[in-house]
């Protein structure tokens, strides 16, 4: 029986924040209680900042490059992330939403009470990262990469998943059912304990080399 999912904490944001830039960021600068609409005149480059209750609306972060940044109660809506290089963030009771992040690097990323909902993120990398309490909804993560990756309470909702590798990553727990792919990568063992629904089962069978005889 698969694990009942914990309920994800959602961003913590003060009411009133004050409208904030990103120009002339800096290696281990602190953003807090911040309010960010308008985008930076050239591309955001900066490691190991950290973004505390910030509220990201409208904004372009495509290739951006914030490796190792810290992402505490942090809200991005309508943003644009691809390309950004996100090696090692660390994210916490953050949300996306309708957000695009094509080719995003979050590489060894850690993730914790993060949701991603209405979100076109193909080709996403999230290779040997941990995601603990990480719910995709209504998300488009065609052809990403989660090789060796950590979940604990993975959801996927009623995402696209169409030639996701998944390699070296348990999917125990993980409900696939809802799910929209043609194709995913994967071994037999990384698929033991997940749930999927009776229709995706021969694609299953096919993909490890079982025939079946009518």
């Known amino acids: 029986m698969a694990k009942k999912q914990r309920h ?11 409208k ?3 120009n002339e960021l800096t290696d281990e600068d602190f953003c807090e209680m911040g309010s960010i609409q308008e985008t930076a005149s050239s591309p955001v480059q900066a490691e190991r900042v950290r973004f505390d209750q910030m509220h990201f609306q409208n904004v372009r972060l495509n290739d951006a490059a914030l490796p190792f940044s810290h992402w505490l109660d942090v809200l991005f ?3 644009d ?6 090696q090692g963030a660390r994210f916490n ?7 695009k992040l094509a080719g995003a ?8 009470d993060v949701t991603w909902t209405g979100c076109e993120a193909p080709y996403l990398l999230c290779n040997e990262s941990e995601l603990r309490d990480v719910y995709f909804d209504h998300c488009l993560i065609k052809g990403a990469n989660f090789i060796h990756a950590s979940a604990d309470h993975l959801q996927l909702g009623t995402s696209d998943i169409d030639d996701v590798q998944f390699s070296g990553t348990s999917l125990a727990n993980v409900d696939l059912s809802r799910c929209t792919f043609t194709q995913i990568h994967l071994n037999e063992a990384d698929l033991r ?3 999927i629904a009776p229709e995706q089962a021969a694609g299953f069978i096919g993909l490890f080399g079982i025939n079946v005889k009518d």
Do not use: H
């Not at 992330?81 to 996100?86: D, E, K, P, V, Y």
């Not at 009771?93 to 957000?99: P, Q, T, Y």
């Not at 979050?106 to 914790?112: E, G």
């Open 193 to 195: 304990g997940s749930v």
């Open 105 to 112: 690097d979050l590489d060894r990323a850690i993730m914790q």
């Open 8 to 18: 994800i904490q959602k961003p913590d944001l003060p009411e009133q924040l004050e």
């Open 81 to 86: 992330l691809s390309g950004a290089r996100l």
């Open 20 to 22: 904030m830039t990103l």
């Open 93 to 99: 009771r953050v949300e996306f939403r309708n957000c």
């Open 77 to 79: 809506e309508n943003c």
